[in-house]
């Protein structure tokens, strides 16, 4: 599987090799404040585990596009191993087909002398696709472009089996391409305790970008119940607080380094999509979910998000809804002693989560699949 690569890693040697992390800017035009999260924290964590942060620049104007491929060709070309991002390394999907193939060319040259591993931590492809965005002859060519680079990387770090399921289904990629990192990492630097007391009202809270009011038009389908207070927290949710329920307050935006620790207050986080973006979710989990563990807050998720769903059953970190209607009668039926125990599995996985466990977990089992024994010793399971 490795046989291109002509620089090889003394694997004794692996503290005083060339290990660089390679990142666009996170404030690149049109990155979300998530996605900006993403970033930064993968430079984060993998400068704990050897790896050097590299900041590549920004694409935006002709300028900044040239200094951006210059220290792309020269730190690429320096380096032993790489480690960057899918789908943020390349140009966005929207911008010139020429240019994409261009890149995805010139990434596929870089990868040959060197070992790399690709954290992919969303498939843009597959959401335009889901949200009906591209024509066929659109979706073909950015396949062609996307398999390019997925082909000219050692290593694909994916959220689960569905993810790579769908990956291989495409292009025919073995097994052994792949390690599964599961969760999205979310630094924070917080210790929290939160709320362990099972007083009411119960309090929700459920974080968003923008409030879009065709978007969460659901919002206002809320069963009204005394015992539960629900908060949204965003840019442009003004309107909900016309609804004109006491028991719905829109609370203004919170910066993602904010948020762990303004969140311990509340009881719940929650996580509630509508078609498409919910058929979407089966190949990953979304940074909200990561911040909600990150404060140590149990989740409370739709269960038509399955593989969100999956982790919280699999950790044991809050409650699954059928429906809206469904959510007053599922947590009236819990006691204290049943959210002491959720609680206390949210505080140890969002420890995790706060130290980057699962991506350094997944590039240490990456290293060990290129044949390099790495001082990053974690063990498999969470």
Not at 73 to 87: G, M, N, S
Not at 163 to 187: A, H, P, S, T
Not at 322 to 348: A, F, V
């Amino acid at each position: 599987m490795f046989h291109h690569i002509t620089r090889k890693l003394r694997t004794e040697d692996f503290a005083r090799q060339n290990c660089l992390c390679l990142f666009p800017s996170p404030y690149s035009k049109g990155l979300s404040l998530a996605s900006q999260k993403i970033i930064l924290d993968m430079a984060r964590f993998s400068s704990e585990i050897s790896f050097k942060p590299v900041l590549l620049g920004r694409r935006n104007i002709v300028l900044e596009s040239v200094k951006y491929y210059f220290r792309t060709i020269k730190f690429w070309r320096e380096a032993d191993v790489i480690l960057t991002i899918y789908p943020y390394i390349c140009i966005n999907l929207r911008r010139n087909y020429f240019l994409r193939k261009l890149e995805s060319m010139l990434i596929g040259q870089l990868n040959k002398k060197t070992h790399s591993i690709l954290y992919v931590v969303d498939l843009p492809i597959e959401r335009s696709m889901i949200e009906h965005e591209l024509s066929d002859e659109e979706y073909k060519k950015a396949c062609e472009i996307e398999k390019r680079v997925f082909r000219s990387f050692d290593v694909l770090l994916v959220f689960n089996e569905n993810m790579k399921r769908k990956i291989q289904e495409k292009y025919g990629f073995d097994d052994n391409k792949f390690v599964l990192f599961e969760v999205l990492d979310y630094g924070a630097e917080i210790s929290p305790r939160g709320i362990f007391q099972l007083y009411k009202p119960l309090r929700i809270a459920f974080l968003a970008s923008i409030l879009d009011r065709n978007v969460f038009s659901w919002i206002k389908e809320l069963p009204s119940s005394k015992d539960i207070l629900y908060s949204f927290f965003g840019i442009n949710g003004e309107w909900i607080n016309n609804l004109g329920r006491e028991d719905i307050k829109y609370e203004g935006f919170i910066p993602p380094e904010n948020i762990p620790s303004f969140l311990e207050k509340y009881h719940f986080g929650m996580i509630h999509y509508e078609s498409p973006v919910e058929r979407y979710l089966e190949y990953g989990s979304t940074s909200k979910f990561s911040a909600y563990l990150a404060a140590g807050l149990p989740v409370l998720s739709s269960s038509k998000l399955s593989y969100i769903s999956s982790l919280i059953s699999k950790y044991k970190i809050g409650f699954s809804f059928d429906s809206l209607d469904s959510i007053p009668g599922l947590l009236m039926k819990m006691d204290r002693e049943s959210y002491s125990m959720i609680k206390e599995n949210c505080i140890k996985l969002g420890e995790k989560v706060r130290q980057g466990y699962f991506l350094k977990r997944a590039v240490s089992l990456a290293l060990q699949k290129m044949g390099i024994t790495s001082p990053l010793l974690l063990d498999n399971k969470a």
